[in-house]
């Protein structure tokens, strides 16, 4: 009876570090972070957008002294899976020179058959996570 007992501790044990970061992403809810899109609405967007961004961890590199290059593109395309109702593409890495550095992606958003442009700051930080910062409206001179 014990050895069935610690058979099943064990395999507990296993199925709880076999959980990864990843797994969090499915609480994602695309319906909210469209309306807050269109809204201009920061506070559903800083949920939605962190809960894809969790385990976005730096990876600094040679070539990438921030680490977040590739962790953007990650971000766009779980926001782009995500939903057919908008479009995510990177409009520049690292651009905007705040502590810590920004960058910024633009999304399209199919509102009721209008089309809104939105861009998101994306904080990043070299020893943080990815992580959203700000919303505004698409510049018509980018």
Known sequence: MKKI???FIICSFLILLSCDESDKI???DHVTLTEALVNLDGEKLQIEIDKLTIDLKPKISLTDNLGHSENLNTLIERLNSQSDNFEASLFCYACIKTNPPQSE???TVDSLGIEVCRVLDILTAEN???SFSSIHECNDSL
Do not use: H
């Open 105 to 107: 992606i633009f999304i």
């Open 26 to 28: 499915e609480s994602f």
């Open 5 to 7: 007992e610690l058979i």
């Open 128 to 130: 943080k996570t990815l």
